[in-house]
């Protein structure tokens, strides 16, 4: 195992102690809600939303303590949008990283209201922190998830892809649904996590147009293993685009074209960190592994 | 038209036109989400949630200004809670105030996003309000909706009443559900409205007490009414209730009893309203009418 898988588990296994702290705890009455909640959050995945808000806010001086509320909230938000994506009135999906989707086991209605509670949770966890230290720091982190996550960021994304469904896309709506889908959560954890190590507008800005550049990047070379890796390399269905007739970077550009424009834009991730300086190499690093894996 | 109808009235005006301002504009693309979230926001309602929010604030000495963001992010909450709990999943209704509900005008997709994103803009809102005046009296007002709202508050009261559905309740699960499905909110818009005028926290606790004595009141109230008047008085289908077998303060109790439960939740609160003052007439007239109509 390499220096950033080994720094990159360290950061999950941190992350996933302190997201059961977050949760809320069980009261009097029924667990089911709170089963289903744990169920979606603690389904795996690599944690990098929160990854990256906790390695911003270190990158720029800050203690990792600190952005831990925001980072589990982000953590919490990007699952609920997974649970309400899969409901049988969006995408409808039976499986999600290799388990029954919420739905399939707690029923739609737990799953919605599951998806529900994790997106409250995250704005309680957010709006505690923010009680406990006023101020532009932890306020303005909270402004960016709010922003990222909202209608004109995740869920505008979420809303044109349900909108286009099986209809073909013209490039710059698909990359409004890459922008927003997927990019916009990747530029508000950067963002929030170096506002909260302290850091200027200006820098804060930086890590936001990392943050973009790495999430459509992300988003375009997603579409290529999509096409290009097996099943067993990915550890989810392959082709699944192709079956769906779903226009993608590959459909619109070919293979060798997606993978210079992600390239392209990995690229100037990269020379962002570069210029910000040794603290974000960890962030360089990770932006190489997400945005150019060729298997 | 008494003083108190006068009064509601010019609230209603003064909150409608504020709402407007609050929510997002439409930007390039499709304008379905956004019609969808005025749909359901502007369907009319007593919008009594942001009335008590801004009347809380100047009782104690604020100015509504201050109160604004978050008494707008109230009612999109309020009205989120709305869309999602009509969903065919949920209680299926096809109808509300009179007009046909969310998801049988935009489907069952949007209307799921349409309430996720009424959400989402209450939290952007208020996280706008709290970067731009870091305090705790916005912040703190942040987090008495956020938790009047979430997963032990009004969310937990829905996946009680979801959890419960077709099954006889318990008298103290009936109360549970009221407490926190309808009187969380309430509870909640008083003590933010509280907070934000500049109340102690002494005084804040006053409010959010005699919230949650209203709230529970005003539901019983509501389970009589569907009992006792006629579709005319009541501007929606009369004995719902029953034709869902649903348990209700009427059928655990009878009217009479309800009725005295009621009445004697209402006088406490409005003994609240009485020791904290000149202040709180307005709170009083809406509570007596609240919570003690006999149409």
Same mark, same amino acid.
């Given at each position: 195992?390499?220096?950033?898988?080994?720094?990159?588990?360290?950061?999950?296994?941190?992350?996933?102690?302190?997201?059961?702290?977050?949760?809320?705890?069980?009261?009097?009455?029924?667990?089911?809600?709170?089963?289903?909640?744990?169920?979606?959050?603690?389904?795996?995945?690599?944690?990098?939303?929160?990854?990256?808000?906790?390695?911003?806010?270190?990158?720029?001086?800050?203690?990792?303590?600190?952005?831990?509320?925001?980072?589990?909230?982000?953590?919490?938000?990007?699952?609920?949008?997974?649970?309400?994506?899969?409901?049988?009135?969006?995408?409808?999906?039976?499986?999600?990283?290799?388990?029954?989707?919420?739905?399939?086991?707690?029923?739609?209605?737990?799953?919605?209201?599951?998806?529900?509670?994790?997106?409250?949770?995250?704005?309680?966890?957010?709006?505690?922190?923010?009680?406990?230290?006023?101020?532009?720091?932890? =306020?303005? $982190? *909270?402004?960016?998830? @709010?922003?990222? !996550? %909202?209608?004109?960021?995740?869920?505008?994304?979420?809303? &044109?892809?349900?909108?286009?469904?099986?209809?073909?896309?013209?490039?710059?709506?698909?990359?409004?649904?890459?922008?927003?889908? =997927?990019? $916009? *959560?990747?530029?508000? @954890?950067?963002? !929030? %996590?170096?506002?909260?190590?302290?850091?200027?507008?200006? &820098?804060?800005?930086?890590?936001?147009?990392?943050?973009?550049?790495?999430?459509?990047?992300?988003?375009?070379?997603?579409?290529?293993?999509?096409?290009?890796?097996?099943?067993?390399?990915?550890?989810?269905?392959?082709?699944?685009?192709?079956?769906?007739?779903?226009?993608?970077?590959?459909?619109?550009?070919?293979?060798?074209?997606?993978?210079?424009?992600?390239?392209?834009?990995?690229?100037?991730?990269?020379?962002?960190?570069?210029?910000?300086?040794?603290?974000?190499?960890?962030?360089?690093?990770?932006?190489?592994?997400?945005?150019?894996?060729?298997?």
């Amino acid at each position: 195992m390499n220096d950033l898988n080994k720094q990159m588990n360290q950061w999950i296994a941190y992350i996933e102690e302190k997201l059961e702290v977050f949760m809320p705890k069980q009261e009097q009455f029924p667990p089911v809600i709170f089963e289903a909640m744990a169920y979606s959050l603690f389904a795996g995945g690599k944690r990098l939303r929160p990854m990256m808000l906790l390695a911003a806010c270190e990158a720029v001086g800050g203690e990792k303590e600190e952005g831990l509320p925001f980072a589990c909230a982000m953590e919490m938000i990007h699952t609920y949008s997974l649970i309400h994506d899969d409901l049988p009135a969006m995408d409808n999906d039976d499986y999600r990283r290799g388990r029954l989707t919420n739905h399939k086991v707690f029923g739609e209605d737990m799953a919605i209201l599951a998806g529900d509670g994790l997106l409250h949770n995250a704005m309680e966890i957010m709006a505690d922190a923010c009680y406990h230290n006023p101020s532009k720091k932890t =306020t303005g $982190a *909270m402004q960016a998830i @709010a922003h990222g !996550a %909202g209608i004109h960021g995740m869920l505008i994304g979420q809303v &044109v892809d349900v909108f286009y469904e099986g209809k073909p896309l013209e490039a710059n709506i698909l990359e409004f649904i890459h922008i927003n889908k =997927t990019a $916009a *959560m990747i530029r508000a @954890a950067l963002k !929030a %996590g170096a506002i909260l190590g302290g850091a200027t507008d200006t &820098v804060a800005e930086s890590f936001a147009l990392a943050g973009e550049k790495i999430g459509v990047a992300f988003q375009i070379l997603d579409d290529i293993l999509d096409v290009t890796s097996t099943m067993e390399e990915l550890g989810k269905p392959i082709h699944s685009d192709e079956r769906n007739e779903k226009t993608t970077y590959v459909t619109l550009y070919g293979i060798e074209k997606s993978r210079e424009i992600a390239c392209k834009l990995s690229d100037e991730a990269i020379s962002i960190w570069n210029e910000l300086g040794e603290g974000c190499i960890f962030l360089k690093d990770l932006t190489e592994y997400l945005t150019k894996r060729t298997y």
